[in-house]
C-alpha cells in the first residue's frame, strides 16, 4: 500500500483499492480493474495519477479520479519489481525481474500511448529492492548484494557496486 496527499492505494489481489483519507479515518471510493494477475507495486504519480505493475508483466497508469486505466505499457519480459517517478523529468522508471531498467516519457502521452525512451540492460539486482532519485539527474537503484548509479540524462551506469554485505565490517 501506498499513500499520496489524500489517498492510500492497497494491493487487493488483481485490483487496487483507492481509499479517500480524512482526519481519523479513510473510506474506499474506488477500484483500479485490469491486472490479470496479483498486483505488485503502485505508486502515485503526478498530476492525479498512479502506476501499478502485476505479475501478468504489465505496466498500468490510472486516472485516481476516476478509476479508469488511462495506459496499459506491456513491454517487460518478466515481473516488474520495482516503479519510481523521476517528477522533474516526467519520467517512470521501471525495473523488472529480466534485468531491464526502463525509462517512460509521461509527457508523451499522445493518443493513450507512453513511449519508453532508453532502457539498461543486465542490471543484476533482482528484484529491485530500492530505487530512490539521488539528485535531478541521478538514481540510486540497490538490491541486497548489489547497488548501482544511473546518469537519467544519459542513461548510464555510473558506478556500480557488487558484494555489498562484503564491503561491511
Known sequence: SLIDDAHLFVANGTKVSV????????TLIGDFIGHKNKVTKII???EGKAASASDDFDLRIWTVATYKQIIK?????SFITALLELKAKSLLV???DDGNLKF????QNIFGSVKCVNMISNIKVNPFN?????STN?????????A????TDKFTIVKQVQNLLSELP
Open 73 to 77: 505499457l506491456k513491454d517487460h519480459k
Open 130 to 134: 530500492s530505487m530512490v532519485e539521488m
Open 104 to 107: 517512460w516519457d509521461l509527457k
Open 19 to 26: 481509499f479517500q483519507i480524512f482526519e481519523g479515518g479513510s
Open 94 to 96: 521501471s525495473g523488472s
Open 44 to 46: 502515485p504519480l503526478s
Open 138 to 146: 541521478k538514481l540510486l537503484i540497490a538490491s541486497e548484494h548489489n
Open 148 to 151: 548501482f548509479i544511473i546518469d
